[in-house]
């Protein structure tokens, strides 16, 4: 079945620093979604990327529809503490239903 | 406005025991989605409900696990016999329409489940 590979599995980076992910699949998705986990939440939508090469940005948060419809990136310029979290890369497989990447776990140390 | 309300937001439970796991979906929205979190396996769907009807449970990991929506506000999840396997974060999420429509899931706070 469809999988979404997210890299890297975890990011330990200090605060102020610029922060990029990845997230590739085996097939193409017409729709890539970038969601963010809080510790003891549940996820909440960021952005949403519709078309290729689509470059779409929420204050710090930048994505991309890769041109070959298998990937998306997420770049977060400038971390402050609350962008702690887990990131998951997520996309419609069949139907309805949407399937999830195992997430980038990100750190800020002090 | 209210969110997806999960309840309880923690169960520890005993193997062998019966486990229900319980979601009120944000109002007006025809989809409502189980999903489980662990570690080892990040978020899987487990089941997906549109207009109260079960369209897709190839998720449900076996015969221990039931899910229903009696009516557009109410779902449960429900697993037994509990094994210690089942533990993980059990989420409800719900979307105005189906999710290849609407693709923005509204997630509940989740179900820490830990079965000893």
């Known amino acids: 079945g469809q999988q979404l590979n997210q890299s890297p599995q975890s990011m330990f980076i200090q605060e102020g620093e610029d922060v990029s992910m990845n997230c590739t699949s085996s097939s193409i998705f017409n729709t890539w979604l970038w969601y963010k986990q809080d510790p003891g939440e549940g996820p909440v939508l960021l952005i949403a990327?519709?078309?290729?090469?689509e470059l779409t940005s929420n204050g710090r948060l930048t994505a991309q529809f890769g041109i070959t419809r298998k990937d998306s990136f997420l770049n977060i310029s400038a971390s402050i503490p609350s962008d702690v979290g887990i990131y998951f890369c997520a996309g419609p497989a069949g139907d309805d239903k949407i399937i999830f990447g195992k997430g980038t776990r990100l750190h800020i140390l002090p | 406005d209210a969110g997806v309300i999960q309840s309880p937001r923690h169960e520890v439970t005993e193997m062998g025991q019966e486990v229900t796991l319980r979601c009120k979906p944000i109002s007006g929205h025809d989809s409502l989605f189980w999903y489980r979190q662990t570690m080892m396996r990040g978020l899987e769907l487990l089941i997906y409900?549109?207009?109260?009807?079960?369209?897709?449970d190839s998720g449900m990991p076996e015969d221990r696990f039931s899910a229903k929506m009696p009516n557009a506000s109410f779902s449960t999840l429900k697993i037994q016999p509990s094994e210690p396997r089942d533990s993980a974060v059990y989420f409800c999420a719900s979307s105005l329409t189906g999710a290849a429509t609407n693709e923005k899931l509204f997630f509940g706070s989740g179900t820490q489940l830990s079965v000893l």
């Open positions: 990327l519709y078309k290729a090469g």
């Open positions: 409900f549109n207009n109260n009807v079960p369209i897709d």
